[in-house]
C-alpha cells in the first residue's frame, strides 16, 4: 500500500476537470508543473507494482485501475508523478498515466489522503 498525504493544490490544478484528469506530484515538482498539479508527501510506501483492479483512494472518493501507462509506477515511486484520468482509456496511453472508473472527478483538498490498495 502507498499513503500520501496532499499537501498543496495548484490554483489551476482542479481546472481539468471537464478534461477529467488530475496531475499528481511529490514535493519535488518542478516550479512550472505546480501550479496545474495535486501535490502530495508519501507517509508510506511498500513498493507493491501497480496493477489493474488495484484500488485508488483519493480523499472520499475510491476508484479502481482499468488501464496502466508503461511509466507510471516508475515515475509514482520515483517523482509522486502520475496523472489520473477519469474516462474511458485509449487504446494507446500516454505513459506515465491511469485510467479509473467509476468516472467521477474527485474534490481534494489539503489533507486528504491518497492511498493506492
Given at each position: 500500500?502507498?499513503?500520501?498525504?496532499?499537501?498543496?493544490?495548484?490554483?489551476?490544478?482542479?481546472?481539468?476537470?471537464?478534461?477529467?484528469?488530475?496531475?499528481?506530484?511529490?514535493?519535488?515538482?518542478?516550479?512550472?508543473?505546480?501550479?496545474?498539479?495535486?501535490?502530495?508527501?508519501?507517509?508510506?510506501?511498500?513498493?507493491?507494482?501497480?496493477?489493474?483492479?488495484?484500488r485508488l483512494v483519493l480523499g472520499t472518493h475510491e476508484y479502481t485501475?482499468?488501464?496502466?501507462?508503461?511509466?507510471?509506477?516508475?515515475?509514482?515511486?520515483?517523482?509522486?508523478?502520475?496523472?489520473?484520468?477519469?474516462t474511458d482509456a485509449p487504446a494507446e496511453v500516454l505513459p506515465g498515466?491511469?485510467?479509473?472508473?467509476?468516472?467521477?472527478?474527485?474534490?481534494?483538498?489539503?489533507?486528504?489522503?491518497?492511498?493506492?490498495?
Open positions: 500500500m502507498k499513503t500520501s498525504v496532499v499537501s498543496s493544490i495548484g490554483p489551476m490544478a482542479l481546472a481539468f476537470e471537464d478534461e477529467k484528469v488530475i496531475i499528481l506530484f511529490g514535493p519535488k515538482a518542478p516550479n512550472e508543473l505546480k501550479d496545474v498539479s495535486i501535490i502530495h508527501e508519501t507517509k508510506e510506501y511498500d513498493y507493491q507494482p501497480l496493477k489493474v483492479g488495484t485501475i482499468e488501464k496502466i501507462g508503461t511509466e507510471a509506477y516508475n515515475n509514482l515511486t520515483e517523482l509522486g508523478h502520475i496523472s489520473v484520468y477519469f498515466s491511469i485510467y479509473v472508473t467509476p468516472h467521477i472527478f474527485p474534490r481534494l483538498t489539503p489533507g486528504d489522503e491518497i492511498k493506492f490498495l
